[in-house]
């Protein structure tokens, strides 16, 4: 029997809390900060899904010009620097009150996010054997999946039981145990003494061949937008909000499960066998949430998002990386993101104006739907080019 290579090392552990850290902060403040908006600060539906879509702004614009940062600085060294603005953006909460200032800390701490996601799933990408790729990057992976429901469940028990003042207080208190542990990452060997361009071209902006599969995760976070924006609003209208975090349990457990035996499939059978049952469930979980009237299917509904979005995100971004060198996995990186975090800043305002003309139910529907485009647009199109 040949031995396999140990994924859980600990450098990969300290990147993996890191990251889980960096989410959190990333998911407890999208999830509570438009309800600050609207009960403390008095604004818009719309107004409140422009916090979000701002700072994907700013983390779309930086997103392209990171993986060549990293290949000039070192990933290490740009994940502490941007550890430690990302750490400043979130203690600034607690000061900023006036929602002009708040527009003008969530774009800054989108650079930050943009630079210290892209170098964190970079060194993973270094961190794990490459024969177990698929199943350590789904491993990693699973941070962002914990950081769904603890991120959310805190800060809205927070609000809940305490006050906003307190969120940030425990927010701040977090992400400086994360940028701690980021102090035992070391740089991966393979990246020390490669020749290093400082030279700019159109390659340094985007990995050509991560695009298709980036361009497809791009509309899955199209419809993602209608949870991460705006589901604690919805389940507020349906007279739900206490269960909104218990969603988010559901959410991340079935994500959790389920990740070893998708990652094991992925490296055995290959992508299209976790890909087309994930745009399945992940569309009809969204179908649920659009007719949702009980707190029995809202959960359903969580199970069955879970599912799917845990199946299609690490998936794709394993493809994306997978579909280019080891020296270019950082560009890989960051073509993915930048093209996901464009879906998620579009669908965060696109679907704010639907909610607004349409209702929240048509929102849910809406996204059902473009889940089952996407699957038909990778039937057709990249499996018949892989094949």
């Known amino acids: ?4 290579e140990p994924i859980w090392t600990k450098p990969f552990i300290s990147l993996f809390l890191t990251n889980l850290s960096v ?15 609207i009960d403390a600060l008095s604004r818009t539906d719309e107004e409140a899904g422009l916090l979000m879509t701002i700072f994907l702004v700013s983390a779309i614009i930086v997103r392209p010009f990171s993986g060549k940062l990293l290949d ?5 060294k740009m994940l502490l620097i941007s550890l430690f603005f990302y750490l400043i953006c979130t203690i600034l909460y607690y000061f900023i009150t006036p929602f002009g200032g708040l527009l003008a800390l969530r774009f800054f701490q989108g650079i930050w996010f943009s630079i210290v996601t892209t170098a964190a799933g970079s060194l993973a990408a270094d961190i794990v054997p490459k024969t177990r790729r698929g199943a350590g990057l789904g491993y990693f992976v699973m941070s962002t999946n914990l950081a769904v429901v603890i991120g959310p469940f805190i800060a809205l028990f927070i609000i809940q039981t305490y006050s906003y003042d307190v969120l940030f207080i425990l927010m701040s208190v977090l992400m400086t145990i994360g940028a701690l542990m980021a102090l035992l990452i070391p740089e991966p060997e393979t990246v020390r003494n490669e ?17 298709p599969i980036a361009f497809l995760a791009s509309l899955i976070a199209f419809s993602y937008a209608s949870v991460l ?31 070893p035996f998708t990652g094991r499939i992925f490296d055995e059978k290959g992508s299209a066998y976790i890909l087309i049952p994930g745009f399945l469930l992940f569309s009809f979980g969204l179908f649920i949430l659009s007719f949702m009237s009980s707190p029995g299917l809202f959960l359903i509904a969580g199970a069955f998002v879970g599912l799917g979005y845990g199946a299609l995100v ?3 971004q394993t493809l994306a990386i997978q579909s280019t060198t080891h020296q270019r996995s950082g560009y890989a990186t960051a073509t993915f993101f930048t093209l996901f975090d464009s879906g998620l800043a579009v669908g965060s305002y696109v679907l704010g ?5 349409m209702g929240y139910r048509n929102v849910y529907l809406l996204s059902s739907l473009l889940v089952i485009a996407v699957l038909a647009l990778y039937i057709l199109v990249i499996r018949k080019r892989q094949s």
């Open 353 to 357: 104006i639907v909610a607004v003309q």
């Open 1 to 4: 029997m040949n031995h396999k």
């Open 23 to 37: 989410f959190i902060v990333f998911y407890g403040l999208v999830s509570t900060l438009p309800l600050y908006a």
């Open 72 to 76: 000039i600085a070192g990933k290490r």
């Open 195 to 211: 020749n290093k361009s400082k030279r700019f071209t159109w390659n340094d902006l985007f990995e050509k061949r991560a695009m």
């Open 229 to 259: 924006s705006y589901l604690s609003i919805y389940a507020q209208e349906k007279g739900l909000l206490a269960l909104a975090s218990f969603f988010f349990v559901v959410f991340a457990a079935v994500m959790l499960i389920t990740r």
């Open 314 to 316: 690490p998936s794709m």
